[in-house]
């Protein structure tokens, strides 16, 4: 789409709209979702059965999936958290139903998702 969206040190993530147009010649922010409690390491967009969603990761070692339809805000779907580092990183896998994250404890999380009720379990790799 037309959407893009950042992390921040400021523990949020800032939705951005990158359609131009002739009398505007930059993009627009949509919204801010305040995320988290510490910097936003990753967000990522991907579509799920339910719709669009929107994955924030973070240093507060959580990982937070949100809903990331066209309107002015994201609503919160599930809280991951289990990790005891901070979350560098993190990703969606819409086809399998999972999430996977990467901290600084040195682990990599795989959280089998229900689809509908983004409930998770995680299974651990160190």
Known sequence: GYQLATGSQDHTCMVWD???SPRKMHCGQL???AAHKSLVSKVRYA????????LTASYDKSVKL???????NAALLTCLEGHEGRVMGADLMPATGH????????TIKIWKMDMDSFDGDAMEVE
């Open 18 to 20: 990158l359609r131009m």
């Open 31 to 33: 919204y801010t979702v």
């Open 47 to 54: 579509q799920w059965a339910a719709g669009p969603v929107l």
């Open 66 to 72: 949100w809903s990331a339809d066209s309107g002015a």
């Open 99 to 106: 999430v996977v994250s990467v901290a600084y404890d040195r």
